[in-house]
């Protein structure tokens, strides 16, 4: 299965598609802007508490508003809404998910869950279909090259979630339910507040859905029939905060569900429809302790435990999956700038039918640990900002590796800023890679290593903003797989591109718009002859973006959004047309605490593919009741 297929676009139909986006974002910016600031705390792009803009990263935050208002299904939806971001799906919810950021494929990408990673380790994606949007309170999504900060996998970026918490005093419970097309429902109760220092969050929801006909006669995991799922989540948080700024707390993330989907034959079994279904369970449970020992010292000590475990009855194989962190955080106010230094564990374990169970193994090696140090300098001179990072990972049975990454950042003025980067990463070989049977396995591979640098110009007044990157990246030793489904290094592959992100608000409008150019390509040298082949990489389009508008106007909010791709190549060449689809969603407040809110999805009921063979979500409608006392 090669991510490799023919030549990407030309350079003129890049400048061409360059200059397109720049006059969209243009576009919506041209008016005058609000003038009240809105400057958030993040935590992903430096690994503490920092507003964003002095973050010198490329960092998009999704709040609690902005997920209840999206009222999407599932959590590639609402990535890829956000801009930035591709995703491929077989299917609807529940459906094998990838996430592409900045031409990198979903194993470059590190997903966080309050803070500690949660990765199937078997092949390193995250696997965002698994995450429950209903336990979520906001995400951050840093783009760039994040081992420095965060080891393995970080070359695309990070993105990192943050489940929902207590943060008023008092006792406040929420619920919602809702109906749709192609019996979907939905529920969901809970409670969180605050009282003498403690703070509690609780959340349960459910779903199902009988889906639809995921696959065309074409695909040969052809199979005539709708692809149903259900699922049930549950969310948790407690903490206190003791004397002396001294902080405890625990979070719980769980979510189990079960999706039907497709299979073609295998050499090893040819599932019925009755069998072609996959069970799911995630679960991430954190605890950590907050304390400032000195006066400018923070402290932070954080255990996690994290586990994606799945089962394919058709094919007798149910992986049970674990990792487990320790790490320890620190900053200190020193030296005239911010110094931050940290250890940190990972132990990953693999188990299970299929992988080690009922015979013989079937992987090589069933563990494994990771073992970090890291630290990083940031300081201010004046209207610039610098800041250093290195990181040193040793990992069992793989090697050591380095990484580091330099930030730098102009502030020409209150709405100016001018930033550059370049950092390194890589991505150790997963169990998949390594260990899994020949010819599917390949312990030969080396890591994937990768050098990136961006430039951006940022403007920030009040709720309007522009943002224009430019970035490249080149990954050596790239993992990919060839036609006969064995991971293999390239020689390397290269994305350079450029996006821009704009938003302003006028009278009680909001217009934004992303849009993302790029060029990705995978260069072979052939062992033998030492020729070189040049391709473009799969699943991952020349041109894509979002805009959106919204309006809120007494009791009423509504909004509309368009997404678009241009034509991608799927793994073994096939060519995958471009598409616009548009979603459009309302809400209305009943009284203080209730609000009926509605979701249509792709109106123009656009039949487009993600994935060769696999049919993309029809037209949709979801509406329902939320209560939330305030």
Known sequence: MSLLSTRPVAAHAFAVTTRCASALAAGLFCCSAYSQSMNPVVVTAARTETTIDRALADVTVI???????????????????????????????????GLFLRGTRNAQTLVLVDGVRIENPLNGGGMPEYLPLEAIERIEIVRGPMSSLYGSGAIGGVVQIFTRKGDAPGWWPYASVGAGSRGTARAQAGFRGVQSGTSVSLSAGIERSSGFNATRPSSPDFQPDRDGQRQASLTASLSHRLANDVEIGANLMSNRGRAEIDFGCT???????????????????????????????????RLGNTS?????????????????????????????????????????????????????????HESRTTNSVFGGYEREWGEHTVRATLRRDRIGSVGSETTGALAWGWRLDPRWLVRASYGTAFRAPTFDDLYYLPPYGNPALKPEKSRGAEAALEYSAGASSLRVTAFASRIDDAIELDSMYTP?????????????????????????????????????????????????????????????????????????????????????????????????????????????????????????????????????????VRYAAR
């Open 308 to 364: 994606i475990d799945y089962d394919l009855p058709a094919f007798a194989f149910a992986p049970r999956t674990e990792s487990r962190t320790i790490a320890w955080d620190n900053r200190i106010d020193a030296w005239g700038g911010r110094v931050q230094f940290g250890l940190e564990r990972l132990g990953q374990r693999i188990d299970g039918k299929g992988v080690t169970g009922g015979g013989f193994p079937v992987y090589a």
């Open 63 to 97: 709040d609690a508003q902005a997920i209840s208002d999206a009222g999407v299904s599932s959590l590639p939806e609402l990535l890829r809404s956000a801009g930035g971001v591709e995703i491929s799906q077989t299917g609807g919810i529940g459906t094998v998910s």
């Open 488 to 624: 293999r290094n390239l020689a390397e592959a290269r994305v350079r591109g450029l996006t821009v992100d704009a938003r302003h608000a006028l009278g009680g409008w909001t217009l934004r718009a992303s849009a993302t150019v790029q060029r990705t390509e995978g260069v072979r040298v052939d062992p033998v002859g030492g020729a070189r082949t040049e391709a473009e990489l799969a699943r991952r389009a020349p041109r894509y973006g979002v805009a959106g508008v919204e309006r809120r106007h007494g009791p009423w909010r509504f909004g509309a959004e368009a997404i678009a791709q241009a034509r991608r190549v799927d793994t073994l060449g096939q060519r995958m047309h471009g598409y616009v689809f548009v979603d459009a969603w309302g809400a209305y407040r009943l009284a203080r605490d209730w609000e009926l809110f509605a979701r249509a999805g792709n109106l123009g009921n656009r039949d487009y593919e993600t994935v060769a063979g696999y049919r993309s979500p029809p037209r949709s409608l979801f509406v329902g």
């Open 267 to 301: 050499p090893f079994a040819c599932p019925s429809d009755a069998q072609s279904v996959q069970e799911f369970r995630t679960r991430s449970i954190t605890a950590y302790a907050r304390a400032q020992p000195i006066a400018g010292w923070r402290s932070e000590l």
